[in-house]
């Protein structure tokens, strides 16, 4: 009956049916995630939505699917909290998966920056390819050396602000050699591009005008 109504369009009756399937146990995890698709077509108060989604991992807390659909409506909600208690199942339940971390990562840059580089490296320590954990972590590193160049250009005093600008260097020296691979391994050109126009800007701040040329030269060569 859910099926015929979800194929009729009918996606409120559907949702009533697939909730019973889940009451019965029947189909359980692909009845919650059909549940979670038709309220997705409804519009339904994300009330709703959550519970369908917590009764479907306490019901099946071993499915993956149903848990990273969990994650993601608490991520895409902003309950940073709440996503951040079901990363750390995902993780215990799946340590490999290098999509968890990285993940994990993106949430604790709002809360904690040196706990979001520990899972950006642990991310990259089970592949280290992954583009996403790349970019970010030089993100984060170019971040800080920028901060770090507002605070000198605030400083008087000379030696300190020579000093702070020593310091940002070594930030920027930081980022690069992540923001390098991320382009390497840039899965678009607008991607590449992106990141080897911070690579070039890098270069420059660092007086390596040399190499911040060639990261322009291989821009313009896309």
């Not at 930030?171 to 899965?187: G, Q, R, T, V």
């Amino acid at each position: 009956a859910a099926i015929a109504a979800m194929q009729a369009e009918d996606y409120e009756t559907a949702a009533v049916y697939f909730d019973k399937s889940i009451d019965a146990d029947y189909d359980g995890p692909m009845s919650v995630l059909r549940v979670n698709y038709c309220y997705q077509q409804l519009k339904t108060d994300n009330s709703k939505v959550e519970a369908n989604l917590k009764k479907g991992f306490e019901k099946y807390p071993e499915n993956k699917d149903v848990l990273m659909t969990l994650i993601q409506y608490y991520l895409t909600t902003q309950q940073n909290e709440a996503a951040l208690i079901y990363l750390n199942e995902a993780i215990a339940k799946d340590a490999e998966n290098p999509q968890l971390y990285f993940a994990r990562g993106c949430l604790n840059e709002k809360i904690d920056v040196a706990s979001a580089i520990a899972d950006y490296e642990t991310a990259l320590s089970k592949k280290p390819d992954l583009f996403n954990a790349l970019y970010n972590i030089a993100v984060v590193y170019y971040n800080q050396g920028v901060e770090k160049v507002g605070e000198a250009n605030n400083e008087r005093d000379q030696k300190k602000y020579e000093a702070m600008m020593k310091e940002a260097n070594s930030i920027f020296e930081k980022s690069l050699p992540y923001m390098e691979k991320a382009a390497d391994n840039a899965d678009n050109v607008d991607n590449k591009k992106q990141c080897l126009e911070t690579v070039k800007n890098i270069y420059y701040r660092l007086g390596q005008y040399d190499k911040s040329q060639e990261a322009a030269d291989k821009i313009h060569a896309l």
